[in-house]
């Protein structure tokens, strides 16, 4: 995917800036995403970007399976389909939801491009603008930029290492609930999340689902990374505990091939046929081609075995990140050791600014993503998150070790100059989606 550069503070140079609809200014590039051209550089190692490693996947077996396809079922194939998505595609997910406990109907599926697609159709279907949806903080950046496009407020829960608090949900609900304003819905990534690393607690699950049903409010479970546990451990999916209040969403991004761009979204019986119909109005269906080839992967390759390498390639690039954080990470810094997923989520000493470090981290020939891009509502300026996805181990290393002596080196300055000299480029950042 090909990026423009952020055109940020160009906007008085744009001719057709009085003719945008209100909504299009919740649709800025993010600044970080400026530096994603010089962090692409090969002499970078970057620790930023959420790509998923496919070197793993069988190309010759896929191509040529994807060559019969077109033999066998061209006109099919290269043809529109149904909104909903092809039925034994659907019946497939079927197979790969209960992997964590899910019991779905391919009826109550919509398959979509990529779940993006499907946090924009929840998104559009639920959501005025002004009304609230509940977020973990930090939050993964293309939902804040969906929940912005429609103008639609985020309020943060907080986290721990268990994951999202249930008293902080609590709260939230109530201070939302008592200054006038429509909460919508909780939005999640309970199992692996992203930017985090952090699991919601199986024995928080069915609290946070009773207290979002008491308060009226529904669950939109995201969970792109759930089968990707480094040891083989699955969690139970929030949707396998509430079938009534939960829009669950999945996706091969991570598992299969993000490229191909299949997701889907599985709601309650009564919202499906919204879904539809938005879905019919975003993109009349999503590529037949696409999810065909998806339908026959699961068919005839083991599609297991596949997930169990990429656990195993995931497992190995954590471990060489925690130990080199050990290794290398100045005194004060903390992070999160995720047993599945992606992402590291660092915390840096009292007075770092994570956003205004990064064009001094990149000079150093090493990139993350500042923790401001997480949140809506600027914090996150003490926080990054760094990916172990894509780079070798020894490239990983190599970073945090770059990444370390930087920090060492921010740590320094403000010990002696104090705050101010790292706090140029701080404050709000507009999130962008997780490509780069
Ligand atoms: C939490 C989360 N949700 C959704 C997505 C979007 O994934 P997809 O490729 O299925 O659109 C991502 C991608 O990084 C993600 O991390």
């Keep these: 995917m090909t990026h423009e550069p952020a055109r940020r503070g160009s906007h008085s140079l744009d001719p057709h800036l009085h003719r945008y609809a209100a909504r299009a200014t919740g649709m800025t590039a993010s600044e970080v995403r400026a530096l994603f051209a010089v962090a692409s550089r090969p002499e970078v190692v970057s620790l930023a970007g959420g790509m998923p490693n496919l070197a793993a996947l069988p190309l010759d077996s896929l191509s040529a399976e994807v060559g019969e396809l077109i033999a066998a079922e061209g006109l099919t194939a290269l043809q529109y389909g149904s909104a909903h998505g092809v039925p034994a595609l659907r019946e497939h997910i079927c197979d790969v939801m209960a992997l964590e406990g899910i019991t779905g109907h391919p009826d109550d599926m919509v398959v979509t491009v990529g779940s993006q697609m499907a946090l924009d159709l929840v998104t559009r279907i639920f959501c005025d603008p002004g009304d609230v949806v509940l977020a973990e903080g930090p939050s993964y950046v293309g939902a804040l930029g969906t929940f912005a496009s429609y103008q639609a407020d985020v309020v943060h829960v907080a986290m721990d290492d268990q994951g999202l608090q249930p008293e902080a949900l609590r709260e939230a609900l109530a201070a939302t609930q008592r200054a006038g304003r429509r ?16 699991t919601l607690a199986v024995s928080r699950r069915a609290e946070v689902l009773d207290i979002c049903a008491a308060a009226g409010v529904l669950v939109v479970e995201d969970n792109p990374y759930g089968l990707l546990g480094f040891d083989g451990q699955t969690y139970p999916a929030l949707r396998s505990m509430d079938h009534e209040n939960v829009i669950y969403l ?38 037949t081609l696409n999810q065909l080839i998806v339908s026959r992967y699961l068919e005839t390759h083991d599609w297991k075995g596949q997930i169990k390498s990429f656990q195993q390639t995931y497992r190995e690039r954590r471990d060489a990140m925690l130990s080199a954080l050990e290794q290398h990470m100045p005194a004060g810094c903390t992070w999160t050791r995720p047993d599945g997923g992606f992402f590291v989520w660092l915390t840096v000493p009292e007075g770092v600014d994570t956003k205004a470090m990064q ?25 990054m998150r760094l990916s172990f996805c894509y780079p070798t181990p020894e490239r990983i290393t190599e970073g945090v070790r770059r990444l370390a002596g930087v920090l060492a080196d921010e740590i320094d300055l403000l010990a002696t100059f104090g705050p101010t000299a790292s706090r140029l480029m701080s404050g709000p950042q507009t999130p962008s989606p997780d490509t780069e």
Excluded: I, M
């Design 250 to 287: 999945g996706s091969f991004s991570k598992t299969f091939a993000s490229g191909l761009r299949v997701g889907w979204a599985l709601a309650p019986h009564a919202v499906r046929e919204k879904l539809v119909l938005a879905a019919e109005s975003a993109a009349l269906c999503a590529p």
């Design 183 to 198: 909460v919508k819905f909780l939005y999640t990534v309970p199992t692996f999340q992203n930017p985090a690393g952090v």
């Design 359 to 383: 064009p001094r981290a990149v000079t150093q020939r090493v990139a993350y993503v500042p923790g401001t891009g997480f949140y809506a509502d600027g914090f996150g300026s003490r926080q």
